[in-house]
């Protein structure tokens, strides 16, 4: 019955911003660190950026940072990732991730949603 929905995701020029949501449903994540994670094609899984239940305590990818902002707004039980400067190395399927308790880049990850394609254009 927990279900994390990405939204968002679409095609965007390179240098351009994009904002991916993650909404939750089913259950409310309050007290869940959330993070954000990609796939591109015949490529793994990689960590992308993590964020405590507060939302004060962040961390990014060194791929993403200075680029990316994690942050969620616990009322309406969403997490969202805004893109900027986006690159084409980018592209990828983007996807949410919830887990009982925060630690930055090895923060374990319990609940996934089904992802959102991103793909920037150059």
């Known amino acids: 019955q927990a279900q994390l929905v990405e939204s968002g995701g679409g095609l965007v020029q390179a240098g351009g911003p994009l904002r991916l949501s993650c909404a939750a449903s089913?259950?409310?994540?309050?007290?869940?660190?959330m993070g954000w994670f990609r796939q591109a094609p015949e490529k793994e899984r990689e960590f992308v950026a993590a964020?405590?239940?507060?939302?004060?305590?962040?961390y990014c990818a060194d791929s993403v940072k200075g680029r990316f902002t994690i942050s969620r707004d616990n009322a309406k039980n969403t997490v969202y990732l805004q893109m900027n400067s986006l690159k084409p190395e980018d592209t990828a399927v983007y996807y949410c991730?919830?887990?009982?308790?925060?630690?930055?880049?090895?923060?374990?990850?319990?609940?996934w949603g089904q992802g959102t394609q991103v793909t920037v254009s150059s």
């Open positions: 991730a919830a887990g009982r308790h925060y630690n930055g880049g090895a923060t374990n990850y319990n609940y």
């Open positions: 964020i405590d239940w507060s939302g004060v305590n962040t």
């Open positions: 089913g259950r409310a994540f309050t007290w869940y660190a």
